[in-house]
């Protein structure tokens, strides 16, 4: 009977990923997501990354198959009138200007990552300029979550490779040898062994770090609760930088970063 139990778990939860609707209901307004998510089975994980080494025990969860695009975020932008946090008086942003990253004022979610507005045309690539405080509120109005910084690198480093094939960097990842210093729109290069998309390069990922992290970082203190992370580097790191875990003001934002979606799955007993 466990296996039986077991085997319709996976069904429904496989069926759960597949059938993911691209219309769904919040509240009573129908949307439109672009994103689809997977579902990965979880289980004992060895974390080993800049922060910490720990063995932990991941539950199944559901993760966006791509980054989160600018035309998913406009829809929450639109229906919901969510003012971010680079739109407030006196925000800024950072962004890459010739070379370098200088931090501008009047970037919002509709830029670039130069800072230059995006035509609706372009609404296909990953949102930038976005703070964690914006995250959380977009997954929270779709029903998500962000990922654990675990659920994060589970995601990213598990699942096989066909191991016949000539594995490169430059096959699965955007970073700064080989994408001209810029975003790229979300599939374009190889999904990893799991089916996402720009788990490494690309955009910096926001993620959620557990409190003893960022105790063990930072101490105890106001600091505290404004700290937060994110995962994966970007189209302007190097192919070591982007498998740093990087800290930064959850009211900050960049061109550079942007973020995915995890949602809890059904649990069969």
Same mark, same amino acid.
Request: with cysteine.
């Given at each position: 009977?466990?296996?039986?139990?077991? @085997?319709?778990?996976?069904?429904?939860?496989?069926?759960?990923?597949?059938?993911?609707?691209?219309?769904?209901?919040?509240?009573?307004? !129908?949307?439109? @997501?672009?994103?689809?998510?997977?579902? $990965?089975? /979880?289980?004992?994980?060895?974390?080993?990354?800049?922060?910490?080494?720990?063995?932990?025990?991941?539950?199944?969860?559901?993760?966006?198959?791509?980054?989160?695009?600018?035309? *998913?975020?406009?829809?929450?932008?639109?229906?919901?009138?969510?003012?971010?946090?680079? %739109?407030?008086?006196?925000?800024?942003?950072?962004?890459?200007?010739?070379?370098?990253?200088? *931090?501008? !004022?009047?970037?919002?979610?509709?830029?670039?990552?130069?800072?230059?507005?995006?035509?609706? !045309? *372009?609404?296909?690539?990953?949102?930038?300029?976005?703070?964690?405080?914006?995250?959380?509120?977009?997954?929270?109005?779709?029903?998500?979550? +962000?990922?654990?910084?675990?659920?994060?690198?589970?995601?990213?480093?598990?699942?096989?490779?066909?191991?016949?094939?000539?594995?490169?960097?430059?096959?699965?990842?955007?970073?700064?040898?080989?994408?001209?210093?810029?975003?790229?729109?979300?599939? %374009?290069?190889?999904?990893?062994?799991? /089916?996402?998309? *720009?788990?490494? /390069?690309?955009?910096?990922?926001?993620?959620? $770090?557990?409190?003893?992290?960022?105790?063990? +970082?930072?101490?105890?203190?106001?600091?505290?609760?404004?700290?937060?992370?994110?995962?994966?580097?970007?189209?302007?790191?190097?192919?070591?930088?982007?498998?740093?875990?990087? $800290?930064?003001?959850?009211?900050?934002?960049?061109? +550079?970063?942007?973020?995915?979606?995890?949602?809890?799955?059904?649990?069969?007993?």
């Amino acid at each position: 009977m466990k296996f039986i139990a077991f @085997l319709f778990f996976i069904t429904l939860c496989l069926t759960q990923c597949k059938s993911q609707p691209k219309t769904q209901k919040v509240g009573q307004t !129908e949307i439109k @997501l672009n994103n689809k998510m997977v579902f $990965l089975i /979880g289980g004992k994980f060895i974390s080993s990354n800049n922060l910490d080494t720990a063995e932990v025990f991941i539950d199944p969860f559901l993760i966006d198959m791509y980054e989160v695009t600018v035309a *998913d975020f406009a829809q929450f932008v639109q229906i919901t009138g969510y003012v971010t946090d680079t %739109e407030k008086p006196g925000a800024s942003s950072l962004i890459r200007r010739g070379g370098r990253l200088i *931090d501008m !004022e009047g970037v919002c979610w509709k830029d670039d990552e130069q800072g230059h507005p995006r035509s609706k !045309e *372009d609404y296909d690539y990953p949102v930038v300029h976005v703070s964690y405080n914006d995250a959380i509120a977009f997954a929270e109005w779709v029903n998500k979550r +962000l990922p654990t910084i675990y659920e994060w690198e589970y995601a990213a480093v598990t699942g096989k490779v066909n191991p016949e094939e000539n594995f490169t960097i430059d096959k699965f990842e955007w970073y700064s040898d080989n994408s001209g210093l810029r975003i790229h729109k979300g599939g %374009e290069k190889r999904a990893n062994g799991n /089916g996402l998309y *720009d788990m490494l /390069g690309n955009v910096i990922e926001r993620i959620e $770090l557990p409190k003893e992290n960022l105790t063990h +970082l930072i101490g105890n203190g106001d600091n505290l609760l404004k700290i937060r992370g994110a995962k994966g580097g970007s189209f302007y790191e190097d192919k070591v930088t982007v498998r740093r875990t990087v $800290l930064g003001n959850k009211n900050s934002a960049s061109g +550079l970063c942007g973020f995915r979606c995890a949602k809890d799955t059904i649990i069969v007993k």
